[in-house]
């Protein structure tokens, strides 16, 4: 059970570059003949006949069969051999797949289709646009060579994976019959119409030992590579020391004697995790033990149940003193990086107020962020764009 146990303990939203392209294709397909075309052929493909037999088994009386006989000669389908009866040629005989399987001629069609790419391993994303916004994540930073060449690269990404983005269905303009499988004849023009961010949440987590586990692929991609590479890339530009002595001395300055329980020689031990959160939710008076950031689902859900509860025990008390509800942000660069952060700060101010219809104050939040000094604008401008 110790193999399969692992904790969560962090996760932030990646902002990848997408490039969103009109792309103008033709494409070469199957396709049926007409009712008369078609039975004169098959009836030839049979055995080379007579005119006069043609007519026969369709139906028709002599100026009809001369004439179906003769389109179809000038179509370059017909000919007459030796033996002076009507046989396919070497292009009509390319109708058929096989004896008694309808005809079908080749058409080249003319089409179009709006695609969006991711910019780091030039997935495609769909035909639908993504609006979100440039915030609350950590942006992938994607090489200016490439970025140069985008359209290059979204039309030799399409035309290698023309038959992926047809089953999905990314293709809508493109026509199909039966099981025949169009195929790509010339590509027209790729045009770069708009730039969207693309928003991918990563978990990171913790093995039995400790030790961090190779992150999951994105539900959103095809292949998760190249993007896993660029984020670890980028993580690493920030990367700090280990702070295992900076929690000891926040330990003692706070009289923690619990906290340590859960480490191991690495870094934190889940299952002494798991064992000291079950003890902290058996015995409402321990301190409860998180892991990850407090906006986390988990822990959200949490803090949120703890609020609701505070307000229903007001209304039962009729205490109406005001309670100072404190949220202390931690000097983490990744903190914040996720789009959960804001659904939060929108849950603490609508349950601020009663709902009544003289709204009575309950709590006064605050939300303390780091910055180096009371002088440090550019972090604090940065904390109020985000």
Same mark, same amino acid.
């Given at each position: ?46 055995? *080379? ?52 399987? *309808? ?138 020391? /280990? ?33 000291? /959160? ?12 998180? &892991? ?28 109406? /003193? ?16 996720? &789009? ?23 709590? &006064? ?22």
């Amino acid at each position: 059970m110790s193999e399969n146990m692992k904790l969560n303990y962090h996760e932030m939203d990646f902002l990848v570059p997408v490039h969103r392209f009109n792309i103008q294709f033709s494409y070469v397909t199957k396709q049926g003949l007409s009712f008369i075309r078609e039975f004169v052929l098959r009836l030839v493909q049979l055995a *080379p006949m007579k005119p006069s037999q043609i007519a026969t088994y369709i139906g028709l009386n002599k100026d009809e069969v001369d004439e179906a006989i003769s389109d179809l000669m000038d179509k370059g389908d017909l000919r007459f051999n030796g033996q002076g009866l009507v046989e396919l040629t070497p292009q009509s005989t390319g109708y058929f797949d096989g004896i008694g399987n *309808p005809p079908k001629t080749s058409s080249i069609q003319e089409t179009g289709a709006t695609l969006s790419f991711e910019l780091c391993g030039f997935n495609c994303i769909g035909n639908k646009r993504k609006f979100d916004r440039w915030k609350q994540g950590v942006e992938l930073k994607i090489d200016n060579k490439k970025l140069s060449c985008t359209e290059n690269l979204a039309k030799e990404t399409f035309q290698k994976e023309f038959y992926k983005y047809l089953d999905k269905e990314y293709l809508r303009g493109v026509r199909t019959e039966g099981n025949d499988r169009p195929s790509i004849y010339t590509m027209d023009s790729v045009n770069k119409l708009t730039k969207d961010a693309l928003r991918l949440t990563c978990k990171f987590y913790l093995d039995a030992d400790g030790r961090p586990i190779e992150r999951d692929d994105f539900d959103e991609l095809d292949d998760s590579t190249d993007i896993h590479e660029l984020i670890t890339k980028t993580l690493g530009q920030n990367k700090r020391p /280990s702070n295992i002595s900076k929690i000891a001395f926040a330990m003692n300055c706070f009289a923690d004697v619990w906290t340590k329980k859960i480490f191991n020689d690495i870094s934190i031990s889940p299952a002494s995790f798991a064992i000291a /959160s079950a003890e902290s939710l058996a015995d409402m008076q321990r301190p409860q033990m998180l &892991s990850g950031p407090l906006y986390s689902e988990v822990n959200w859900k949490l803090i949120s149940g703890r609020i609701h509860r505070c307000i229903k025990n007001r209304i039962v008390s009729g205490d109406k /003193s005001i309670k100072s509800l404190v949220w202390v942000a931690p000097s983490d660069p990744y903190w914040g990086k996720s &789009s959960r952060i804001i659904d939060c700060l929108m849950e603490l101010e609508k349950l601020q107020l009663t709902s009544s219809k003289n709204p009575e104050r309950i709590y &006064s939040p605050k939300l303390y962020l780091p910055i180096s000094s009371p002088s440090d604008r550019k972090t604090l401008n940065k904390w109020i764009y985000d």
